[in-house]
């Protein structure tokens, strides 16, 4: 049963669920740590004063506004020993959170381990490594935010590190985060991630901006032509984040079909990836799947077509190598059936707006985008920008430079028995320097404010 974290006792302890609220107070209680499955005691709770627990070892103080939207589940009395719940139960289970940039990953991530999470850089890269932990029912897991990538060939060092880190490390789950907006760019990543040996999760996020663009995603609908879990979530708004951790759990206990549904090669190139995967073969390293390098060859992947180089003798890697030349056009054959792919999970589960219904993002685009209209849309935008700075920095600037003029000559007349160069040091040099300054905020700070 759900009570307000406020109408705990002391010494009580109650299971997060829920938080209530606007999105900036919601964003400040995850990064508190107060996170779904987190165990928080209670310490002091009083009518006066904030409210005092215990959470993720640390004390915390909250107001009673904050944490009247805190729901919980009560776990029952503890000693002051610490929290006997879900204290620190041994890492079983490893997740990667996957996705594309912009999709609200960062967001799930924060959500799922608020202050748990430890950031660094990968072995012998310059790109941030962040891992945390997060517990849902007595179980405590470790989450890798895998960089952001459109896609899983070696063109950056992102795609590198995320899908190496899926191959070797073998996570014992990938969520995949897309964004329910622009669900067929995202899908490819999906696509891609499916033909890997880890189970995948995806979670359907930003579902809410979905709706503002009148765009509607079937969950269930999607979930049935991928094959996989699909979990609808609003994550910057705290929703869906309970079903996640469920869906989660489900799928790590093997409660859930799990047959998903993977892209095929278009006709014209299958028997080449055949030949190709049956050359290979004998040659390819751990933990590569035959059957995946193959089909990244014939991509043109470089980093993989190196470590196949390595592996095999020259005799055998040549024949590899003229097979490929002979078939450079194969990766248009490989995106295009990934895009009829996902063509068919957009017809089958996304229900597009009307042509006479464009959210106002679209139309803004429209205008703002057009060479012609976008341009005078700039040029209108700057010429206001610096007309509102100086008609109404320019008075203010007028207004202080008079009234420091008015201090320096006051100062002067005080100090007409002291020495000149101490009249000057302060009227010139201190209040003419000042002044220059001063006068000048005003229309950085206007026009700042304005951009």
Same mark, same amino acid.
């Given at each position: 049963?759900?009570?307000?974290?406020?109408?705990?006792?002391?010494? #009580?302890?109650? %299971?997060?669920?829920?938080?209530?609220?606007?999105?900036?107070?919601?964003?400040?209680?995850?990064?508190?740590?107060?996170?779904?499955?987190?165990?928080?005691?209670?310490?002091?709770?009083?009518?006066?004063?904030?409210?005092?627990?215990?959470?993720?070892?640390?004390?915390?103080?909250?107001?009673?506004?904050?944490?009247?939207?805190?729901?919980?589940?009560?776990?029952g009395e503890h000693s002051d020993s610490g929290l006997e719940v879900q204290a620190?139960?041994?890492?079983?289970?490893?997740?990667?959170?996957?996705?594309?940039?912009?999709?609200?990953?960062?967001?799930?991530?924060? +959500?799922?381990?608020?202050?748990?999470?430890?950031?660094?850089?990968?072995?012998?890269?310059?790109?941030?490594?962040?891992?945390?932990?997060?517990?849902?029912?007595?179980?405590?897991?470790?989450?890798?935010?895998?960089?952001?990538?459109?896609?899983?060939?070696?063109?950056?060092?992102?795609?590198?590190?995320?899908?190496?880190?899926?191959?070797?490390?073998?996570?014992? %789950?990938?969520?995949?985060?897309?964004?329910?907006?622009?669900?067929?760019?995202?899908?490819? %990543?999906?696509?891609?991630?499916?033909?890997?040996?880890?189970?995948?999760?995806?979670?359907?996020? +930003?579902?809410?901006?979905?709706?503002?663009?009148?765009?509607?995603?079937?969950?269930?609908?999607?979930?049935?032509?991928?094959?996989?879990?699909?979990?609808?979530?609003?994550?910057?708004?705290?929703?869906?984040?309970?079903?996640?951790?469920?869906?989660?759990?489900?799928?790590?206990?093997?409660?859930?079909?799990?047959?998903?549904?993977?892209?095929?090669?278009?006709?014209?190139?299958?028997?080449?990836?055949?030949?190709?995967?049956?050359?290979?073969? *004998?040659?390819?390293?751990?933990?590569?799947?035959?059957?995946?390098?193959?089909?990244?060859?014939?991509?043109?992947?470089?980093?993989?077509?190196?470590?196949? #180089?390595?592996?095999? *003798?020259?005799?055998?890697?040549?024949?590899?190598?003229?097979?490929?030349?002979?078939?450079?056009?194969?990766?248009?054959?490989?995106?295009?059936?990934?895009?009829?792919?996902?063509?068919?999970?957009?017809?089958?589960?996304?229900?597009? *707006?009307?042509?006479?219904?464009?959210?106002?993002?679209?139309?803004?685009?429209?205008?703002?985008?057009?060479p012609l209209l976008g341009t005078i849309a700039l040029a209108l935008a700057l010429?206001?920008?610096?007309? %509102?700075?100086?008609?109404?920095?320019?008075?203010?600037?007028?207004?202080?430079?008079?009234?420091?003029?008015?201090?320096?000559?006051?100062?002067?007349?005080?100090?007409?028995?002291?020495?000149?160069?101490?009249?000057?040091?302060?009227?010139?040099?201190?209040?003419?320097?000042?002044?220059?300054?001063?006068?000048?905020?005003?229309?950085?700070?206007?026009?700042?404010?304005?951009?």
């Amino acid at each position: 049963m759900e009570q307000r974290l406020v109408d705990l006792e002391v010494g #009580q302890i109650g %299971l997060v669920r829920r938080l209530d609220g606007q999105r900036s107070l919601v964003s400040r209680l995850a990064t508190l740590g107060f996170t779904v499955g987190v165990p928080v005691k209670i310490v002091r709770n009083g009518a006066h004063g904030p409210l005092l627990v215990n959470i993720r070892g640390t004390q915390v103080a909250l107001g009673h506004g904050e944490a009247e939207r805190i729901l919980v589940s009560p776990a029952g009395e503890h000693s002051d020993s610490g929290l006997e719940v879900q204290a620190h139960p041994a890492v079983t289970y490893s997740i990667a959170l996957a996705g594309q940039p912009n999709v609200g990953k960062s967001t799930v991530f924060n +959500m799922l381990t608020g202050l748990n999470q430890h950031v660094g850089n990968w072995t012998g890269k310059t790109v941030e490594q962040k891992i945390g932990f997060f517990t849902n029912n007595g179980q405590r897991y470790e989450l890798v935010d895998l960089p952001g990538t459109y896609s899983l060939t070696a063109n950056s060092e992102e795609e590198l590190i995320a899908r190496d880190f899926i191959l070797s490390q073998t996570p014992d %789950l990938v969520v995949a985060v897309v964004d329910a907006a622009t669900l067929e760019r995202n899908l490819y %990543l999906v696509a891609e991630m499916l033909q890997l040996p880890a189970p995948v999760i995806v979670a359907l996020n +930003m579902m809410d901006v979905a709706a503002a663009e009148g765009i509607v995603v079937e969950p269930q609908v999607l979930a049935s032509a991928l094959g996989i879990p699909v979990v609808p979530m609003a994550a910057a708004r705290n929703q869906g984040m309970q079903q996640l951790l469920d869906a989660i759990e489900k799928q790590l206990n093997h409660q859930l079909p799990y047959e998903p549904k993977r892209p095929t090669i278009l006709p014209a190139h299958l028997d080449v990836l055949k030949k190709l995967e049956e050359m290979i073969d *004998p040659f390819v390293p751990q933990p590569y799947p035959a059957d995946w390098v193959a089909l990244k060859l014939l991509e043109g992947d470089d980093d993989l077509s190196s470590k196949m #180089q390595a592996a095999m *003798p020259p005799a055998e890697w040549k024949q590899v190598d003229g097979l490929m030349y002979q078939h450079e056009d194969a990766v248009l054959d490989i995106a295009g059936a990934r895009y009829q792919w996902i063509a068919r999970m957009i017809r089958a589960a996304v229900v597009e *707006p009307p042509a006479s219904r464009v959210g106002l993002t679209a139309r803004l685009d429209r205008v703002l985008t057009h060479p012609l209209l976008g341009t005078i849309a700039l040029a209108l935008a700057l010429g206001a920008a610096f007309w %509102l700075t100086y008609s109404v920095g320019a008075p203010i600037q007028t207004w202080l430079s008079d009234l420091l003029g008015g201090l320096g000559e006051s100062v002067r007349a005080g100090l007409s028995a002291a020495p000149g160069w101490l009249s000057a040091l302060l009227v010139d040099g201190v209040f003419g320097g000042l002044g220059m300054v001063l006068t000048f905020l005003p229309i950085l700070a206007i026009f700042y404010l304005v951009l």
